[in-house]
């Protein structure tokens, strides 16, 4: 499967996270963030919570995604749940060029940029 291309929107590197790289595709009315996240071979990205629920899908390549102590291998078409305030991570870009999309229930982590 071949990366998603995203030309119209922005892609924005996280501070402290080099090669991961975030763009917002849109804001509902009702406060729901749609963004693409994308990440190069051996990105770590922390343990994290959010204050909204976040709901994702592996668009491209692979990620390990850790949880609640549960460590899975997701790739192309597989989806996670998290709710909010609920601590996730750490994890880890297994393919370059991996590409998720997410779509948060409040806010985006490009608000916090």
Known sequence: MTALNVPAFAFVELQGLRGLRIA??????????????????????????????????????????????NVVDLGPGDRWEVKANKSQGPHLILENNTQVAILRDGKSALDAV
């Open 24 to 69: 917002r595709l849109g804001t509902q009315d009702d406060g729901r963030t749609l963004e693409v996240v994308e990440g190069t071979r051996g990105v770590v990205i922390p343990v994290l919570t959010h204050p909204s629920a976040e709901h994702g899908r592996v668009l491209s390549g692979r990620i390990r995604f850790m949880q609640d102590g």
